[in-house]
């Protein structure tokens, strides 16, 4: 069945609105045709020859293959004024998770899933390049709508920026959105400044000296020392980062040996670091060397530490997140609905767009508890409310209509 907008008995249909309510079926075919197909990143081969037929159908000038399977799509204004140029980021990619729910349009791919909510992502994206294509006398100036692969591992954006699409015309702005079952359908999050974190990890082995479990004199005993060092580690956060920053490290996995009576020679861990404040790069990989080096010292063990920097924090740009609130204001109706408290560890590879151009990423509430669509991101039964995909398009259509307004 077809979603309605929550409130349609009490809304104005305005022109945005009514056309996209009309689009609302085409939404829900598209996401639910994605859904059924899911792809992992770099692999979206079936995705975007889907996005390049509907584009080339709507007579929508774009270029394919861009970083494996990436595509952009150019719609001109046709108002004369700003010459500005906005884009638009969707993400494409699917997880290697087996779907649980039973619908009729369940994924199709054993052992995958678009359990992160990007297959409507990618057709709020289709939605809005079709819309603008057909009302391209409501702005002035270019929209660039980017359809990226492999946000999930290891990072698309990266890729897509180095073959060039803020360039050529020259991208002056960048907004995205994230479906969100941390908020309802309704809600929208959107702050300026940071919106997610900052995401580090590391491998580390732990190189003690085995033994008989009963003679701990005669070894180093790697277990001992790998369990001071994860507690220690929780101090980083706890005693040197100012309390005013927010930060986590985990320590996710931790393996060492085989049987109760025998000292391991060897411990392995693997952790993961979140952050939002920039100056606090390269913090952590000095500090958490540190620890590992001192614990490992006084215990006689010795280490070998590999540590990387995955993605950088999303920071919105406070003129760009002020366009996108104020737009979300008159897409949910009501400022209750914008929620500023919305930051979270998670991390996401829009980051890169917005260390190159000022922009706004934000959460579309998508979560309905009375539906049963509230389950986390990644989970096997996660789905969301598709009347979320109607509200996206008109956010992403009201931003490119106020950005590149253009004169009448
Ligand atoms: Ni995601």
Request: glycine share 8%; net charge negative.
């Amino acid at each position: 069945m077809v979603s309605t907008f929550p409130s349609l008995n009490t809304i104005d249909l305005s022109r945005i609105r009514l056309t996209i309510r009309n689009l609302q079926p085409q939404l829900v075919e598209w996401r639910r045709r994605l859904h059924q197909k899911p792809e992992l990143g770099f692999q979206e081969k079936l995705t975007s020859a889907f996005i390049a037929e509907k584009l080339q159908e709507w007579g929508i000038e774009h270029q394919t293959g861009i970083a494996q399977t990436g595509i952009v799509a150019i719609i001109k204004g046709k108002k004369t004024g700003s010459q500005k140029v906005l884009a638009i980021r969707a993400d494409m990619d699917a997880l290697p998770i087996q779907e649980l729910n039973e619908v009729p349009y369940k994924s199709q791919h054993d052992g995958l899933m678009h359990a992160c909510g990007h297959d409507g992502h990618t057709a709020i994206a289709l939605g809005t390049a079709y819309y603008l294509q057909q009302h391209r006398h409501n702005f002035s100036g270019t929209v660039k709508v980017i359809f990226q692969p492999a946000e999930e591992s290891p990072g698309g954006a990266k890729p897509m920026i180095a073959a060039g699409v803020l360039k050529n015309p020259d991208v002056d702005a960048i907004i995205g959105l994230h479906l969100w079952n941390n908020l309802p359908l309704g809600a929208i999050g959107v702050r300026p400044g940071a919106l997610m974190a900052a995401v580090e990890c590391f491998d580390c082995t732990i190189f003690g000296k085995g033994g008989h479990g009963a003679m701990p004199h005669q070894t180093v005993d790697s277990v001992v020392v790998a369990a001071q060092v994860v507690n220690a580690l929780q101090t980083i956060v706890s005693r040197n980062v100012n309390p005013i920053d927010s930060a986590v490290v985990t320590v996710g996995e931790l393996h060492a040996g085989t049987k109760r009576n025998v000292i391991p020679d060897t411990a392995r861990m693997s952790a993961t670091v979140r952050y939002f404040n920039p100056e606090l790069t390269g913090f952590f990989q000095e500090k958490i060397q540190q620890v590992i080096s001192g614990v490992c010292q006084s215990a006689g063990a010795k280490y070998d530490l590999k540590y990387w920097s995955l993605y950088p924090a999303v920071i919105n740009d406070v003129g760009m997140a002020e366009l996108v609130r104020s737009i979300a204001e008159e897409v949910v109706e009501t400022p209750l609905g914008v929620v500023p408290e919305c930051q979270t560890m998670g991390a996401e590879d829009m980051s890169f767009f917005l260390q190159e151009v000022p922009g706004c990423y934000f959460f579309l509430g998508s979560a309905n508890p009375s539906k049963d669509l509230a389950y986390p991101h990644h989970h096997p039964r996660f789905d969301f409310d598709e009347t979320a995909l109607g509200m996206g398009v008109e956010m992403f259509v009201r931003c490119v209509e106020k950005y590149l307004g253009g004169a009448d």
